[in-house]
Every structure is written in C-alpha cells, then in structure tokens.
C-alpha cells in the first residue's frame, strides 16, 4: 500500500496541470507519530506533499460537503461508500468530483498500538506488513494485521466501489469475518443491563464532538444538540443529555453508516462510539439487505417506500 | 526554600492524615489512560503517569457548574428571584499535579481573578486548593513547555514541588499553602538535611530532554491585523473539523456558557464548559453569527492563544507546552507549527 503513493502523485499532477481539478483533497505528513493530516493541493508543485501510509484513517469525504470547486479526492472503500451517500444526499455532485480510488488494506489503530507500548512512542516504521515502533528503551515490530483499526479488522469493501482512476491493482475482500460479535453480544443483555453498559459505556465523554464532527453524514446546518430556539438538549454533563446526543446521532446515521471509524479514531477519550451506529447497520442489513454507499441507483432504506417492507404498520 | 525529604515508607500514612482535613485529587488510571480524580480512602495517586488525558482544570473549574436556583411557582414568595446554591470550598489538594498544569491556573487566574472582575465560584476554589507538583523526569516527545514560559520542573503555580529520588521524594516548599500541607501530613520535616542540589541536576537533565520547541519572541511585534488577514489561515483550518477537543483538554481555555434549565417549575441556573470552534459559541439572538465559518472559528482560537493574550497580559502566550492538544487533535492540528508560522509571518 505504501507504494500508492508515486501513482496518487502521477494522478494528481495530470488532473491539476489540466485543470480538470481546482484542487485535491489527500493527506500530508503529520506532526505526530501515527498521524496524518487531511490537506487540498491546489498546485502541481504542491503535490509532493502528499503522502500515503497506515496513518490515512480520516474519512476524507467529510471534507466534500456543499463544495463549490471541482475536486480530486484521495478515497479508499469507505471513503468511496460516503461519497456515494453525499452524491445521493444532494450533498456534491457526480460530475464535480474525479475519483482517485485507493484499493485499501486497512488503517492501523493509534490508540490501541499506543496502548500496547511499554513507554511513548517516538518512533514508527511502516512496511507493507508490519509496523515497527521504538521508543525510550524498547522497540518492538507488529504484525499490521493485528493492530488494525477495529472496523477495518472486519472491512469487507475495501476497494473503492465508485471511481474514476484507481492507483492500483484491487485487493481481494475479506469474506471470513464476523461483522457484529459485539452487537449481538449487547442484544442478549437485559434492558437493566443494556442501560448500565451504556451508561458505562458514556461515561468518559467529555462532549466534544469530535465523533459528530468527523462523520461524514454529520453535515446538517444546524445539529439537533446546537438547536437553540427551542434548545432541545442540556448541554451540561448531565448524563441524560450525553446519551440524547449519542443515541439520536447513532439514528440519524442508520441506512447512511459505513462503519468508516471515523467516530471511534476521532475520539480522545477512547468511547467504542460505533458500537451504536453498528447495531442500526446490522438492523438494516437483517431487514432491507441494505449496505450503505454501495449504489447510486438505489435510494437508502429510510429515505423511501417499498411495498414489501418487513414491517406491518406502514405496509 | 526549605526541601525536606520525604521517606517513601512514610507516603501513605501523610496521605492518610492529610485526608482528614483536605479532599485529596491525584492522577489515576482509568482504562487506557490517566485522569485526575477524587481519591478515595486509602487510594494513592498514581505517579507513574507521564501525563493525564484531560488536565485537572476540572477540580477547580467543574465542566457543569451549578450556581443559582429557582422557582416560577407563583404560590412561593420567592419565586421568579435567583437564589445561590450552597457550595463546598473546604481545602483541597491535588497531589501529583505537573508543572505545566499548575502554571496553567495562573494564565487562567489573569482571566478569572483580573481587577475590574471577580469570579466568585473560581477564585474560592482556587484559593481552596493547594498544588503539590511532581516534577517530569520523562516528557512527552509533544511536550513544548521551555519554549512556553514553563518547564518540567517549573515552580510558579506550585505550593510544593515533589521530585522523585529512588526510595524518598524531596519535596520542595514554595509557598505558606504548602508550608500547611506539609504540617498537616505530618511527615518528618525536620530532617531538614536535604540539599537543593539534587533537584538542580534533575531539573537540568529533564529540560534537555525536551526536544519539541516554538518560537514567541516575534508575536507581540506583528501586526495583529496583518496576523489576521493572513493568507495561511484557509491551509491552517482545512483539516478542522471543529470538535472541542483542543479547547477542552487544555489546561489554559476558560470560555464557558451560562444556561437556565427548568424542570416544571424550578430550575437552576449553570454554567459549563463552551468552546471557540462551536458555532454556537457567537451565535448572535438576533441570528446573525459573526463566526460564522470554520476558518475564523480556527484563526479564533490560535489569535487568542499567541496573540490577543500576548497583547492584552504582556506575559507570554495563553499557552504552557503541555502537549494534548497536538496529541489528541483527532486531525493533526498543531499549535508548534501554526505558532511558527505566525511568529516568522511577514507580509
């Protein structure tokens, strides 16, 4: 995968020296290990800037919404699933946008890995199979298999499913995981126990929105928690306004969720916030055989009728 | 100064005797990460941290805060009248608390504690708590803090600096709070035959560990107009995705929100945590907002930092290099480099 890059480069130089681009959307070299920041490029000799590697987990297509300008965007699996929500929510459109597909193999989990370490990490090395990582008196080499980022473990489209140039061969989805081992695992809990796993779950969040903020479906003018004539929602610690804001998220997202991560690695308080928004892509993929971002030509589960839906009441 | 050292073996028990007069708040694992918490009986802090998730900002500065009550029912004499609510300011201490958080309430002191406004709720809590520091002997590699007025062993904020010396901690008494403390712990301070010598090394060694700097020297110079127009301000926000992360895990951010919430007929008036890169931050009740886009929120939050509170305190930046904001920016926002770039701008 770290080899993507010449190919992000030779494209990203085409589209804006021919001006079929006013700029690109990637990432460049973060500041701190494991991290890279989402940048535009808007000159062929700023191009070189922009880097690919494990670091790229940030749902880039949070970054198109009500643009203006014609845009190349670097986009992995989920990345391509959430340009297709926004192109069918109005949100961009088809011909404004070209496409730079990355076939993906998964983002590592900073915080895990972080977690695994004996001290700070200082130092990480990437190659296409392991991540080496030193630090004051250790240095260890990881499988990147094994600290993958949690929804990218259990990823099955990786390629990009919309696209105008790809930077490299596909890569073969994964077929053999477990999707939902954890919903089911919260489905079997009574209602008390449901209630005191939220609740446990919450209790850390410090109501910064970082989980809102970084999902691309999050694009309303004004969210439900910032409504102010009526207020809806306390926006004090009270834990009943935390589980509001949390709970009604996860359902604005249901039938629009590609499990991107984008939430949990935003996150700096560690919450497994996808543990919501799974149980509804679970829900829709049970009872509409519906994944989200897979088809411009279908409209989404919530947002249209059909005459065989499984419930009674709106048949 | 006067440094006593204290006997590992004795730790515990001070602790235990200082419970009895003071709330105690140290440093805790939580999961994956340390928080500063209220310490429960017999529980120590844990000083094996190298530095917490959020800053203890909120043992005196609580995210919600509670501060009036009342009533609408139109039967009760006083109703439509703002009563206060009773509030706890026994002594309270936050054991294990670094430098650089320490120094932080001082930066916040010039907001919350100026002379033509007094914040009641802040001042007595602040004045409530005494700060025993432990010195960083390993800091983070986003740690900044020589180049931000602070520094690993810094002393300005603390009322006692602990340092940790194989089986003893030399604990150095900066200010009559701490004087206090030390009494109240009853740990053995008459063995008053430790030196400042050891600390010195210490102190040395750490702050040549710190690896990560900025540059200030140029900010109070710039035009703060020009600073504001500058071009790099759209490259500096792109990624923003305009979460509180940054404002909230600062030890230095103050900004807070006042709201009235009412249950039936009694409700209470509060005040919690807000904000800059909120929209609702400046949203206007006409409507209007006058940031109203990502790019000024962001320019918002680096001006006040480097350069209205440089202008306005002529005391250095609004900023003491304790490094979260740059580790936990869920998007690589760093202030090092936005600093620099607004230290070197030129038109």
Known sequence: MLSYIDKIKEISRRLLKESKVDMVIGFRKGTVVMMNEPCFVKT??????????????????????????????VAKGCDSRNIVTHIIENKIKRDQVVIIGVPCKGMIDRHNIEAMAEAEIQEVIETDDTIQVKGAGFEKTLDKKEVLQENCAICVHRNPVIYDELVADEVKEQTDVDRYEDVRHIEALSPEEKWDFFEDLLSTCIRCYGCRNACPLCYCPTCFVDESRPQWVGKSQDSTDIRTFHFLRAYHCAGRCTDCGACERACPMGIKVRLFTKKLEKDCLELFDWEAGLTLEKRPPLDTYRPDDPDEFIR | MKVI???????????????????????????????FKALEDGELPDLDVQNTRLSPRSVIYPQSEKMFEYTLDEDQEDH?????????????????IRPCDAKAFLLVKRNFDAPEYKDPYWIKSYEATTLVGHGCNAPCSCCFCTTAGCGPFHEEGLDILLVDVDDTYLAKIITEKGDRLLAAAGWDTKTDTATNDPIENMKEAAEAKITSMVSTDQLKDKS??????????????????????????CPTCWCFDIQDETHGLSGIRMRNWDSCMYPLFTFHGSGHNPRDTKTQRVRQRFMHKLKYYVDKYDNGIQCVGCGRCVRFCPVNIDIRRVCDLMNSFEL
């Not at chain 2, 439509?80 to 294990?96: M, P, T």
Request: aromatic share 12%; hydrophobic share 40%.
């Open chain 1, 44 to 73: 062929v000799a700023d191009v070189d800037k922009l880097v690919w590697d494990s670091n790229c987990g940030i749902n880039l297509a949070n970054y198109l919404a009500n643009r203006t300008e014609k845009i190349g965007i």
């Open chain 2, 5 to 35: 050292k204290i006997d590992k073996k004795e730790w515990a028990k001070g602790l235990e005797r200082l419970s009895k007069t003071y709330q105690l708040f140290g440093p805790a694992k939580h999961e994956a990460f340390f928080v």
């Open chain 2, 80 to 96: 439509h009248i703002l009563k206060e609510i009773d509030k706890e300011y026994s002594s309270r201490a936050i054991i294990g």
């Open chain 2, 224 to 249: 703060t107009t020009d600073l504001f127009e500058a071009s790099f301000w759209e490259d500096v926000s792109f990624a923003c995705i305009n979460c509180g992360t940054c404002t909230y895990v």
